[in-house]
């Protein structure tokens, strides 16, 4: 294990991306950011999201990723003005809370969404 | 009468937020039509049934692109008219036609029955296709990028490709689209973290059935008339001039 595989996997990662959180331990979530400077202090918390990150993994189950890909999806719409910023072709408008509603009752719209943002980390983990 | 190549209907309604795909569709029809193509454009009110069938009667396009919103089996243009749903007379229509509905879940029922009927190809989505409106239509990137990415796939025909060539140019520009957003220059956009997510959803969703080597707009090669020789002869000469100084 090298801490400069670390530190290259986090300088590829748009900038924006690494302040959402993306990295399970204990049933914690940690962003890439944090988990980085952990990685440097060398602590055991460190040393778990290092072992994940060399191995392109963020959580261990189908739970543990909706579970994250929610919390990320509520930090991007969080900070977004309550207005009408997302449309779609069989005419339904969304603000940010009412999108992330659908995303927490789970209903087919929010389910994309999540499902989507899935396949995204899976894609952050894969960055070299 | 099989349909005419190098002949497009464009459909292009701007009531329900639709102005926001609509103001994309203009563009590339702007940007990537080549002479010799008959293009007809329906915007706003005269994307409407009755106009609708009337252009496909009279042109007889190859090409029917058309954006309005959707479900698993019907599809309607302005004002949320109905213009097609599943066993109506109306999806036979679309024989022998290359037909991109741009909307939401189409893909689901009423995609396959166009092909059903004989359709040469179906461009679609299979669940619900989003698009950005936080800015005024056609005015940003940010409202432009998920409508460049899908209409890519008439860019190519227009410049005469065949479909699945056309089909391969709309999943790359998805992907040049998403780059931007995440790595390129518009990865600072306050709004960049939806985008990327908006055309990721978008381009996992988007379905192609039909036949791939059909080329609806084959591109020809320029006829000389007389008219045009005052205008060639000067760079004739030229080129002769060079060739005969090169070869010495």
């Known amino acids: 294990m090298t801490k400069e595989f670390v530190s290259n996997w986090i300088s590829k990662l748009p900038e924006a991306e690494k302040d959402l959180p993306l990295l399970l331990v204990d049933s914690s979530a940690y962003t890439p950011r944090v988990a980085y400077n952990e990685v440097m202090r060398g602590s055991d918390l460190g040393n778990k999201l290092q072992a994940l990150i060399e191995s392109g993994r963020f959580g261990t189950t189908l739970s543990d990723e909706q579970t994250i890909a929610k919390l990320r999806l509520t930090e991007i719409m969080r900070t977004k003005p309550e207005k009408p910023l997302f449309a779609t072709l069989s005419g339904k408008v969304f603000t940010p809370s009412e999108l992330l509603k659908e995303i927490e009752e789970g209903t087919s719209i929010g389910n994309q969404w999540v499902n989507n943002e899935i396949s995204h980390m899976k894609s952050l983990m894969q960055v070299r | 009468m099989p349909a005419l190549k190098n002949t497009f209907l464009f459909v292009e309604p701007l009531k329900h937020y639709l102005e926001y795909g609509s103001r994309v569709m203009q563009e590339i029809v702007r940007t990537y039509r080549q002479p010799g193509q008959i293009i007809t454009e329906l915007l706003g009110d005269e994307a409407n049934k009755e106009k609708i069938k009337q252009e496909l009667q009279r042109l007889n396009p190859i090409v029917f692109v058309a954006l309005g919103h959707g479900n698993v089996d019907v599809w309607s243009d302005e004002c949320t008219e109905v213009f097609m749903r599943v066993g109506d007379p109306e999806v036979e229509l679309m024989k022998d036609r290359v037909v991109h509905l741009n909307s939401c879940l189409t893909a689901q029922e009423l995609g396959p029955a166009i092909i059903d ?90 379905v192609f059935l039909g036949e791939g080597t059909v080329v609806p707009s084959p591109t020809r090669p320029m006829v000389v008339s007389a008219s045009m020789l005052p205008i060639l002869l000067p760079y004739l000469a030229l080129s002769w001039l060079i060739y005969r100084e090169l070869k010495h």
Do not use: H
């Not at chain 2, 040469?120 to 669940?127: D, L, Q, R």
């Not at chain 2, 409202?143 to 490709?161: C, H, M, N, T, W």
């Not at chain 2, 992907?175 to 908006?198: A, C, H, M, Q, V």
């Open chain 2, 117 to 206: 009927a004989g359709a040469i190809a179906y461009i679609g989505s299979k669940e619900e296709f989003w698009f950005f409106t936080g800015d005024a239509p056609g005015t940003t990137r940010a409202v432009r990028s998920p409508f460049l990415a899908e209409y890519q796939f008439d860019a190519s025909i227009l410049q005469g490709k065949s479909n699945s060539d056309a089909r391969q140019d709309q999943m790359r520009k998805y992907d040049e689209e998403i780059d931007y957003w995440t790595f390129g220059d518009g990865k600072d956009d306050p709004n960049s973290l939806e985008l990327s997510r908006i055309l990721g959803i978008n381009k996992s969703i988007s």
